[in-house]
């Protein structure tokens, strides 16, 4: 599931003692605060899997677009989860044709890692940037236009998205005591923060991400490798 901007005013008035705030205001604080967190943390609803490619042989550099479903293309590419690689090739399996394509993941997730490799078939899994790039501009047709934007992030996300939004809207209306609180409540105490999430009292970001990291951090991979002929 995902929601709307319109979705988070109610959350962020609350957050900011239910001061007056312009919509443009609001609503560009929400697309901000959106970017914000689609670019330090994975969303699934803007991940996706590319192509199968063969890499060229002989070929050092690639663009991100090399790797990228067509319509992923025109946007910044926000991470790159992995890139799989077939051992011996790809063949597309089917009812008439029962084959195991056998690969693995590289370790290191980066565009650069792979340009010492030849004529493989390989495939990327990523996260694209989340297409809120337009400034929400100075009048009301162009709020009301991004109240009904969709947000591309999991309903559970919601809350954060109002407290980021709520910590760039404080200063504006001489709230600005008010952002450390806003601060705290979403990425942690100060003892969490400096001692990297081993002491002090997490945030709603952390509560939100650590099983995830958990499951990565934990994940067993194991290889098998042949060697000679």
């Given amino acids: 599931m995902s929601f709307v901007a319109q979705d988070c005013t109610t959350g962020i008035s609350g957050l900011l003692m239910n001061r007056t705030v312009a919509s443009v205001v609001m609503m560009e604080a929400i697309r901000k605060a959106v970017l914000e967190l689609t670019t330090d943390y994975k969303h699934p609803l803007l991940e996706d899997t590319g192509p199968i490619t063969n890499l060229v042989a002989y070929q050092n550099n690639y663009t991100p677009s090399f790797f990228l479903q067509t319509l992923d293309a025109p946007l910044d590419l926000s991470k790159v989860n992995s890139f799989f690689i077939?051992?011996?090739?790809?063949?597309?399996?089917?009812?008439?044709?029962?084959?195991?394509?056998?690969?693995?993941?590289?370790?290191?997730?980066?565009?650069?890692?792979?340009?010492?490799?030849?004529?493989?078939?390989?495939?990327?899994?990523?996260?694209?940037?989340?297409?809120?790039?337009?400034?929400?501009?100075?009048?009301?047709?162009?709020?009301?236009?991004?109240?009904?934007?969709?947000?591309?992030?999991?309903?559970?996300?919601?809350?954060?998205?109002?407290?980021?939004?709520?910590?760039?809207?404080?200063?504006?209306?001489?709230?600005?005591?008010?952002?450390?609180?806003?601060?705290?409540?979403l990425y942690g105490d100060q003892k969490f923060q400096t001692s990297s999430g081993i002491?002090?009292?997490?945030?709603?970001?952390?509560?939100?991400?650590?099983?995830?990291?958990?499951?990565?951090?934990?994940?067993?991979?194991?290889?098998?490798?042949?060697?000679?002929?």
């Fill in 86 to 185: 077939y051992n011996s090739g790809y063949a597309a399996p089917g009812p008439g044709n029962l084959v195991t394509n056998a690969g693995y993941d590289l370790k290191y997730r980066s565009v650069d890692s792979i340009e010492v490799l030849l004529n493989i078939p390989v495939f990327m899994r990523y996260q694209t940037q989340h297409p809120l790039t337009q400034t929400v501009i100075d009048d009301a047709p162009s709020a009301a236009a991004f109240s009904a934007r969709q947000i591309m992030m999991a309903d559970e996300w919601m809350e954060i998205v109002e407290y980021a939004a709520a910590i760039r809207i404080a200063p504006q209306i001489n709230l600005a005591n008010k952002k450390t609180e806003l601060h705290t409540s």
């Fill in 199 to 229: 002491e002090g009292a997490p945030g709603l970001i952390f509560q939100r991400t650590s099983q995830r990291n958990r499951d990565q951090s934990t994940t067993t991979r194991r290889f098998r490798l042949r060697m000679g002929n």
